[in-house]
């Protein structure tokens, strides 16, 4: 069976063109794999419109806000209300829409005083309909599947994209394939795929592996692929960063942090800053910089053994499953984000993440573990003098904290590293630890509890 065009009909593309992130070609049409017909890398969306008639910054502010009135589908999106830098739709009602965006701004204070900079702020994408960032790309790409008369969309997952994917898709009126790596995914975001109507297939294999059959399967079957290879889902993902800007008056942070997994979202990031600062939407890009978990640390290995020249693939392994991921499809692009913003990239512990996470959830927000690598990292860029005392802070959370619950209930159990190298280690992260009490059903008994909690905060703060 020949597998479907993407520029079948339906899809407009006359102010769009896909191009090779490496040989530069461009073309109006796209493979199912979305890899450059000439030199087999991935492709990107441009607009080359831009160049003659490019949006004027005041023009496109001032309708954004008045968006925010409207009642409008589109409107109502945190992702079409800015489509104007986005692949033109035919009709407002093609888009398929769950009112993805609109993701709060939080402040940090207490996380602020812990990493040591004046003022700190989260974007937090667990806020999404599904519950992770994946949704601000998915609604577009989802759009374009469907545009291009595609009945079946699939994708690989680490339970994210599975999920969001999974909703898209039936809110679309289509069908859903999702490759998932047996028992090194959360139950939690498994249950969304099965809940949402996707056929789940747990493959034993990891993340990288179901990638790399997705990328076969494709070529033979009318499927269409919706991991951030695909740049209409990269697309979506840089409203975020709009979004964000137009939250800071358009005034931008010094620095934005991001998580690094398969490398799809800091590079949308990138490229929204990127396209926003040609704009003159923001009159100087705040550095970009990526942080990696210990164990699945292939972008830092990349930068550090080949100089960004080559991908250093790992066999990855973190408690954060969200970027266990040892083989990012993005790596180049990621590359280029991060020399064009002066970005850096790190990795940290284990049990910095757990430790980041928790001091996150004694904030009251709240985040699954991959999110919190961007505070273990921000503390360790702090501390090498990357950010300066004085810089402001914007920490990207990627997903929700009821994504893993498994993790937080072993953390605050103490069980999260027993038998572990990281055991001994961690030993001083009990403070941080709230485990469940069982008490008799006796009021002296929660009383006494009551007094005992009371006196704890108070002995940590005479201490301070």
């Not at 993407?6 to 593309?13: E, H, K, L, M, Y």
């Not at 990138?270 to 164990?295: D, F, T, W």
């Not at 992260?429 to 008799?440: E, M």
Request: charged letters at 20%; proline letters at 5%.
């Amino acid at each position: 069976m020949p597998p479907l065009s993407t520029s079948a009909p339906g899809v407009r593309q006359a102010d769009f063109r896909f191009r090779c992130i490496a040989c530069g070609d461009l073309s109006d049409r796209a493979s199912q794999d979305f890899r450059c017909s000439h030199c087999g890398d991935l492709l990107e969306i441009t607009y080359p419109l831009w160049k003659e008639s490019a949006p004027e910054a005041q023009t496109l502010r001032a309708t954004w806000r008045q968006r925010r009135l409207s009642q409008s589908a589109v409107d109502l999106s945190g992702v079409w209300r800015f489509r104007d830098l986005l692949p033109t739709l035919a009709s407002d009602d093609q888009a398929i829409t769950l009112r993805e965006g609109n993701t709060p701004l939080y402040e940090l204070p207490q996380c602020s005083r812990i990493a040591g900079v004046p003022r700190l702020f989260a974007k937090h994408q667990g806020l999404n309909p599904t519950g992770s960032f994946k949704d601000a790309g998915m609604t577009v790409a989802a759009t374009f599947a469907r545009l291009a008369g595609f009945r079946w969309v699939a994708c690989a997952s680490t339970g994210n994209t599975s999920a969001s994917m999974a909703a898209y898709a039936a809110r679309g009126n289509m069908r859903s394939l999702v490759l998932v790596p047996e028992g090194k995914i959360s139950w939690s975001k498994l249950s969304q795929a099965l809940d949402y109507g996707a056929v789940t297939c747990q493959l034993r294999t990891d993340f990288d592996g179901c990638l790399r059959l997705l990328q076969q399967l494709v070529l033979r079957a009318p499927v269409y692929q919706l991991n951030s290879l695909n740049p209409f889902r990269l697309e979506g993902q840089k409203t975020l960063a709009l979004e964000l800007l137009e939250q800071l008056d358009w005034q931008p942070p010094d620095h934005i942090i991001v998580p690094g997994g398969n490398l799809g979202n800091s590079s949308a990031i990138g490229k929204a800053l990127l396209e926003m600062h040609s704009l003159g939407l923001i009159s100087r890009l705040p550095k970009l910089s990526i942080i990696q978990a210990e164990g699945a640390n292939a972008l830092v290995r990349t930068l550090r053994e080949a100089g960004g020249k080559r991908l250093v693939s790992v066999q990855a392994e973190t408690r954060a499953t969200a970027i266990r991921i040892g083989n990012p499809a993005s790596w180049k692009k990621a590359v280029h984000v991060l020399e064009a913003t002066g970005g850096a990239c790190a990795q940290v512990t284990e049990a910095e993440i757990a430790q980041a996470k928790a001091e996150i959830g004694a904030e009251g927000i709240g985040c699954e573990p991959a999110s919190a690598v961007t505070l273990a990292g921000l503390k360790m860029l702090v501390k090498l003098g990357f950010v300066k005392p004085e810089e402001n802070v914007v920490l990207i959370l990627t997903g929700n904290l009821l994504k893993d619950p498994d993790f937080t209930m072993e953390f605050h159990r103490g069980d999260l590293f027993k038998d572990t190298a990281d055991e001994s280690a961690t030993a001083d992260l009990n403070s941080l630890r709230r485990p469940p009490i069982v008490l008799d059903a006796t009021l002296d008994a929660v009383i006494r509890t009551l007094e005992q909690a009371e006196k704890q905060p108070a002995e940590k703060g005479q201490a301070e």
